[in-house]
Nanobody, 127 residues
């Protein structure tokens, strides 16, 4: 297994909920930021920043998920969570957990600020 291991993906009806988990290796868990990104079925778009959380618990969200998704962390378990509620047909993607570079970040939702990645977990939303 790698330093970040996601789980919890699956298929859910529109309007439903899923919770993603990411177990993070201890040596990178305290990086500046931990985040969830997603790769939509448009490879040229790159990975979209969904939600991030820093060491102090401060969070940022993409506008498209604000109010529906919640990122959290369990420092005892070195685990990052993404609670996804009110899932929409726009949300299906491969969701990735990532750890940022351990330095000042210009844009916390920018994939280029992140140095370590999980293998991804598929989320499907059915009508």
């Amino acid at each position: 297994q790698g330093p970040l291991v996601e789980s919890g993906g699956g298929s859910v009806q529109a309007g439903g909920s899923l919770t993603l988990s990411c177990v993070v290796a201890r040596d990178i868990y305290n990086r500046n930021c931990m985040g969830w990104f997603r790769q939509l079925p448009l490879p040229e778009k790159g990975r979209e920043g969904v939600a991030v959380i820093d060491r102090d618990g401060n969070t940022d969200y993409a506008g498209s998920v604000k109010g529906r998704f919640t990122i959290s962390r369990d420092n005892f378990q070195s685990t990052i969570y993404l609670q996804m509620d009110a899932l929409k047909p726009d949300d299906p993607a491969v969701y990735y957990c990532a750890a940022s570079r351990d330095s000042w970040l210009r844009n916390r939702l920018d994939q280029n600020e992140y140095a370590s990645w999980g293998q991804g977990t598929q989320v499907t939303v059915t009508a």
